[in-house]
């Protein structure tokens, strides 16, 4: 018996059924009558951290054994896998990083889904890890590899992740077992026609990533063929049905190619914020930047970057977030239809959903035209300076009930009053400055027009961060931007752009700022607070 088991590390994270992927490719191997062993090496249960279970079957049927049993191992060794199949792209890299991969053994079958960091999100700036440089890392340590969108499979498909996992393994012909063993083992030994509701979902599924994997082999085996060494990775590309297309809208015919993608993703999202009428704007403010780019680089040498940017930055300025937005996106069918998933409720389980708001008086003011709404803020700031806490009204609203989901649909449907109101209007000013910013600059050098359009990284978040955001870019237009050499205000501006984003308490932007010559930010006033203290029970005496 020479022959050495097949080996599979899967990869996945807490709550995506890792370890229900696992229990069925055992069953399949024994379904098709081959030996088969797995081991988990579980992380942080419960959607948090990583799981990992590691498989080896034996590739030959226990019918050809004569009674002997094949000895398996109870972990993966380093560079000895024969595939890695994983659920999440920074996962899989990491797998990659701990050497289990090996570029001239190893089949990597990952899913291009990122699911965060905390490290990621603690960033100011975009902390998100490169995903081109992952998927270079995985290109690099594979002897062939196949990547798509798993979890945008799943929710097509109405099912999780697992099932997609079961089907991109079974399509890429790892095992000697034939397709029908993996469809029983999903439905339990029930033939697939009589399967149940969350069954079919996951064959469902299976059935998708099965076909594109097995597809893009057949492909990748004619073209080695053909070309050799020269056959181009199965990385699925933007042609692929897995992946979503975003038709073009009207109002953003004319712009190059570069730019196309971003100004159709920002369009599609402000006609689905505001209207036609809000998205035909944003296309307009566009189209200005387009001009001046053009002034200064009519060849696009630079790939039309500075519109590139504003098409990305601008949208998601323009979409800021309100009560109105928060209402609408907590009150979508697609969003009830996410928490089913995430909670695995079956067709008749009771769901019950709540949503805990705490509007206070900025909120309230941004849909009240500016007279109302300075009256209104006015008066909570004289409460804060008698030393009362902010004014605001906790909210506990059952979405799964009709009077709260009436409720959150009567909110969501005052689009009309935003455009009405007075955050509206300051935020159009604000664009506008930058805007106009970016124009001016661009018209005095190409490289102070780059820069000033990703000062839009600076509007973020809500509150008190979105503010300091607001502030930090007027600092820089003021001050910065205008500065007698342009050259020289394009690096100045960089550098105060990472500072800001790179410390949330502001010392390095003012750093920054003196050693350019700028003035300090003014400091912002804060109310102090006497909390009256109790007095010292007595002792007994």
């Not at 992927?21 to 249960?45: C, F, H, K, M, N």
């Not at 797998?95 to 960091?117: F, H, K």
């Not at 299976?206 to 050799?228: E, N, T, W």
Request: charged share 25%; proline share 6%; with cysteine.
């Amino acid at each position: 018996m020479n022959a050495s088991p097949i080996t599979l590390l899967v990869c996945a994270l807490g709550g995506e059924g890792g370890g229900v992927l696992t229990e069925w490719l055992v069953d399949t191997a024994r379904r098709a009558g081959y030996p088969a062993q797995a081991t988990s090496i579980p992380g942080v249960a419960q959607r948090t951290g990583a799981t990992t279970y590691y498989v080896e079957v034996f590739p030959l049927p226990l019918s050809q054994l004569g009674g002997r049993e094949p000895v398996f191992s109870l972990s993966p060794v380093p560079g000895a896998l024969d595939a890695l199949v994983s659920s999440e792209l920074l996962e899989t890299a990491r797998q990659i990083g701990a050497g289990m991969a090996s570029p001239e053994r190893t089949r990597v079958l990952t899913s291009t889904a990122r699911l965060l960091t905390v490290q990621e999100r603690m960033q100011l700036g975009d902390g998100r890890a490169d995903a081109g440089e992952l998927l270079k890392l995985v290109q690099a340590f594979s002897r062939e590899h196949q990547v798509f969108d798993m979890n945008a499979v799943a929710k097509e498909c109405g099912t999780v992740v697992s099932a997609v996992l079961l089907g991109a393994i079974a399509g890429s012909g790892l095992f000697p077992f034939e397709r029908r063993f993996y469809e029983e083992a999903v439905c339990g030994g029930v033939a697939p026609e009589q399967a149940g509701g969350m069954a079919k979902a996951s064959l469902r599924g299976f059935a998708k990533a099965f076909d594109i994997v097995s597809r893009h082999q057949q492909q990748a085996g004619y073209l080695a063929q053909v070309m050799g060494a020269d056959a181009p990775d199965s990385h699925l590309g933007a042609d692929d049905p897995a992946l979503s297309v975003i038709p073009t809208e009207a109002g953003i015919q004319g712009f190059p190619e570069p730019v196309m993608e971003m100004a159709r993703l920002g369009y599609a999202r402000l006609l689905d914020y505001q209207d036609r009428a809000y998205a035909d704007r944003y296309a307009e403010r566009l189209r200005q930047v387009l001009t001046a780019e053009r002034e200064v680089d009519p060849d696009g040498a630079h790939a039309f970057a500075i519109t590139r940017e504003m098409a990305r930055w601008l949208a998601l300025w323009m979409a800021f977030d309100d009560i109105v937005r928060v209402a609408d996106l907590k009150s979508r069918g697609s969003r009830r239809r996410r928490v089913q998933g995430e909670v695995k409720a079956a067709d008749g389980d009771l769901l019950k959903v709540y949503d805990h708001f705490k509007p206070g008086v900025p909120e309230f003011a941004a849909l009240l035209p500016p007279a109302l709404a300075k009256r209104l803020v006015a008066w909570d700031r004289r409460r804060i300076a008698a030393g009362l806490e902010p004014w605001a009204l906790p909210l506990k609203v059952g979405t799964h009930t009709v009077l709260g989901m009436l409720a959150l649909r009567t909110l969501a449907g005052l689009k009309g009053l935003r455009t009405r109101g007075s955050r509206f209007a300051f935020e159009q000013q604000m664009i506008d400055r930058w805007l106009g910013g970016v124009l001016q600059g661009t018209r005095r050098d190409w490289a102070l027009g780059h820069e000033l359009a990703l000062c839009g990284r600076l509007i973020k978040g809500y509150g008190a961060t979105n503010e300091r955001g607001k502030a930090s870019l007027l600092h820089v237009l003021d001050h910065l931007a205008g500065l007698p050499d342009a050259q020289a205000a394009a690096g100045a501006v960089a550098e105060a752009r990472n500072a800001a984003l790179d410390d949330d308490a502001g010392k390095a932007l003012d750093a920054t700022l003196a050693r350019h010559g700028a003035p300090p930010r003014e400091i912002q006033p804060q109310p102090i607070r006497f909390v009256r203290r109790n007095p010292a029970p007595r002792k007994a005496a």
